[in-house]
């Protein structure tokens, strides 16, 4: 069984300063790691990805996520925030093995930027 | 336009009443997948499947059936609402299941309400 944990529920920060989203797994298998965000009322967009190439991730919008495996962490980062990042982020495992096709979410971040 | 179509975006509905809501995609993808999004408890798969005529559980099937006789199309059935699934939806396909050289591809959503 695989699991994600998404440390913080709720992030704020203000605009121009760090974003540090914190994610956790656990898995049987070296799973494969994504990043989605959620804007309001929107669906669900891809950030980036992990499959086993490199640790360190760079994605859409100047976000970046390492994958450390000793520390079964896979925390999202950015260097500094806009106000268009305002979202709920979601930390992705997908089941490797025999049980590709198996997706499990984190609860979720809710992001807020302030100016 | 490639996309993946959801309906109805809005439903209610009382207890018992047999519904179904529909998923189709123009992407000529193997894998399509159902979740349902609760807050607090982010997106959890309800069913997947891999490819035409296979379909698997997901971490919270019960309640909830689908089939996938055309590789287009990936209902989702609700033979006896409950209350209990009163929640968002999203359908979601991909070129497979592993996800490494294909995003997801979210619907809009279908809000279901049950009374």
């Known amino acids: 069984a695989q699991s994600v944990t998404q440390l913080d529920s709720h992030v704020s920060v203000s605009e121009g300063t760090p974003v540090l989203l914190r994610c956790n797994y656990s898995?049987?298998?070296?799973?494969?790691l994504f990043w989605y965000v959620q804007h309001p009322n929107k669906g669900l967009q891809l950030l980036l990805k992990?499959?086993?190439?490199?640790?360190l991730v760079k994605g859409i919008n100047g976000f970046e996520a390492e994958f450390k495996k000793s520390e079964t962490s896979f925390h999202l980062t950015k260097p500094s925030a806009h106000m268009s990042d305002a979202a709920e982020y979601f930390c992705?495992?997908?089941?490797?093995?025999?049980?590709?096709?198996?997706?499990?979410f984190g609860q979720g971040t809710i992001l807020t930027v302030h100016p | 336009e490639a996309q993946v179509t959801q309906n109805p975006r809005y439903l209610i509905t009382v207890t018992g009443k047999k519904l179904t809501v529909t998923c189709s995609q123009n992407?000529?993808?193997?894998?399509m997948s159902w979740y349902r999004q609760d807050p607090g408890l982010g997106l959890r798969q309800i069913y997947y499947?891999?490819?035409?005529?296979?379909?698997d559980k997901g971490d919270v099937p019960e309640g909830y059936k689908v089939s996938r006789k055309e590789k287009r199309n990936f209902p989702l059935i609700l033979e006896s609402p409950s209350p209990n699934q009163t929640s968002l939806y999203f359908c979601?396909?991909?070129?497979?299941?592993?996800?490494?050289?294909?995003?997801?591809?979210f619907g809009n959503g279908t809000r279901l309400t049950v009374t």
């Open positions: 979601a396909s991909s070129l497979d299941g592993r996800l490494y050289n294909s995003p997801l591809h």
């Open positions: 992407m000529n993808h193997e894998y």
């Open positions: 992990y499959t086993s190439a490199a640790t």
């Open positions: 499947s891999m490819n035409v005529e296979v379909t």
């Open positions: 898995s049987s298998y070296s799973p494969s």
């Open positions: 992705v495992a997908v089941a490797g093995g025999t049980s590709y096709g198996k997706l499990t």
